[in-house]
């Protein structure tokens, strides 16, 4: 009995022993990851392997305590959370039962956004986690282009920054963020653009003309089209490559109180924008009297402005463009109404406003109608020649600004200003280049761009006539001759220039001679030029600064009747072998005489 109980005694304490912990790594401790970003849920497997009891976990070199608690029988694994630490390797320490055992993990850098989507212009934080220990001269990159710039981590390698979504289109954008940290080693995020549309005014009464804006819809979407209580009001409007795109409507006829504004376009469903909201109240509306409501405004335009909602029979009536006076003495009738016209005065380029009040309205219960005036220039002549003035006068442009004036996209004149009201009168000649249609382009450094056709004449110079060398004349004696031409000249409002061709065929086919931009009516060759002996053809045609040219005139013959140098020496020798044949026959006739 005492035997059989000794050996179950054994048996029990030798399976005792066979499960008592033994560390897996004796000094080692492994983690599930040996890397990640700040944050990250790690554990430590077979946690029993290290030991039994109270353990604790630290972190890093200053031993931060991360975990404690006890392992116990049943206890799989512990889990932690990596702390907020710079980027690079960490230290992790394990503590039981008077033992530790130690890792490496490595933090990598890392962003979250605070949201993952919304509209171009709301505020987005963006933090980073596991940079460089103070690491300075941190940007965001949005779609590959800094964003922000100049941010600075703090001594565990976390920053902040609040900025607002750029304009940008409809979709998934890349946020990432580098410094001394390499942007390839920070997972990018994506954030959502959502489109969005605002609105200015938000409230006023029929007819006013309102400002819409829209952007986060898709790159160069087109066919976007702005609906009022569900119907539409406006079409054809494109955005741009960013998604963003701006046009005017005029409240239609509706009831007083909030009604519903929305856009969508060929890609981007109505569903997917949020609705703005108009409030109907009393107030004043504008009409051209010419053209049609929502296209360019410029200055010198007639408006009709009309008035609802004011006191019955109501007198003194005014109306104000941009707070000054501009029209006065208006007179309601019994229902309150009125329409008076104004000229839009001078004024810069964009939104100006436009009230009214009377001898009991005020000014402060109008809501202001708004209007946005374009640049606009007018050429004084429209047509002209070459080196003809041209006058430009040019209204609604920015204020104080210096434009370029622009010709065929070739800058002719520049240094004249805008002045306070956005006018400006200056002035340049037409250059020389080819007749027809041109395009006159006015810039200022505020981008205000209008364009106006300039028509250049196109009616070609007379034809010269010629006068000498005439027809059939002859020139030259000894050697090669210079012949001096003459002609008549012409006049042309574009300046005249001269074409001489001097060819030994009648067709022309062989010019050897040909002498092109000559501003006066004769030439003269050159000892260069001087022409050998033979039959010659002579012709003009005359060309203007527009290059248009006038017709050849007919060949005209001429001679050049030199004498070779061999035969005039043969000549001289002849006459002298003469000269002496006479003077022997003259001197021996003397002698026989004396005889």
Known sequence: MKVGATATALAFLALAVCLIPVPVHAGYLSLSLAQGIVGTN??????????????QLYWGETDQLIGQGEIKQGVASIAFIVPE???GKHKVTLKIAGDFFTTEFTVIPSISLSVDQGPVGSNLTVAGRGFNSNESGIQIVYDGSPLETGITANNKGSWQSIFKVPASSRGQHTIDAMGTTPA????????????????????????????????????????????????TIKTGIAADAKGSWESNFSIPASAKGGHEVLAYGAI???????????????????????????????????????????????????????????????VADAKGS??????????????????????????????????IISPKMELSPTSGAIGTDITVHGTGFSANQIITISYDGAKVATGAATDTKG?????????????????????????????????????????????????????????????????????????????????????????????????????????????????????????????????????????????DWWLLLVIALVAIVVIIIIWRFVSVSRRDEWK
């Open 42 to 55: 790690v554990t430590i497997p077979s946690v029993s392997g290290y030991g039994m009891g109270n353990y």
């Open 85 to 87: 630490a710079a980027r």
């Open 184 to 231: 390839s080693e920070v997972e990018d995020k994506t954030f959502t653009v959502t489109p969005k549309i605002d609105i200015n005014p938000s409230s006023g009464w029929v007819g006013t003309v309102v400002g819409i804006y829209g952007s986060g819809f898709a790159n160069g979407e087109t066919n976007i089209k702005v609906t009022y209580d569900g119907g």
């Open 268 to 330: 981007t469903p109505e569903i997917d924008v949020t609705a703005a909201s108009f409030s109907v109240s009393p107030g004043i509306r504008l009409e051209p009297v010419s053209g049609y409501l929502g296209g360019a405004i410029n200055v010198g335009d007639s408006l009709w402005v009309s008035g609802v909602g004011f006191e019955v029979n109501e007198t003194s009536i005014k109306v104000t463009f941009d707070g000054t006076l501009v029209v006065s003495n208006i």
């Open 338 to 371: 009125w329409s008076d016209r104004l000229e839009v005065p001078p004024c810069t380029k964009g939104e100006h406003t436009i009230n009214a009040s009377g001898e009991i309205t005020k000014a402060s219960d109008i809501v202001d109608a708004v209007i």
């Open 423 to 563: 006018n400006f009168t200056t002035s340049f000649k037409i250059p020389k280049g080819k007749a027809g249609d041109h395009t006159v382009t006015v810039t200022d450094a505020k981008a205000s761009v209008f364009s106006s056709n300039l028509s250049v004449e196109s009616t070609p110079p007379p034809t010269p006539r010629l006068i000498s060398p005439e027809a059939g004349a002859e020139f030259g004696f000894i050697g090669k001759t210079t012949v001096t031409f003459d002609w008549s000249d012409v006049e042309d409002p574009s300046g005249v220039y001269y074409v001489l061709e001097i060819s030994p065929s009648a067709d022309f086919a062989g010019t050897i001679i040909r002498k092109e931009g000559l501003t006066a009516s004769e030439y003269t060759l050159t000892e260069d030029n001087a022409l050998a002996k033979g039959n010659y053809y002579w012709r003009v045609r005359a060309e203007d600064g527009a290059e248009n040219q006038s017709d050849w005139t007919n060949g005209q013959l001429f001679k050049v009747g030199g004498v």
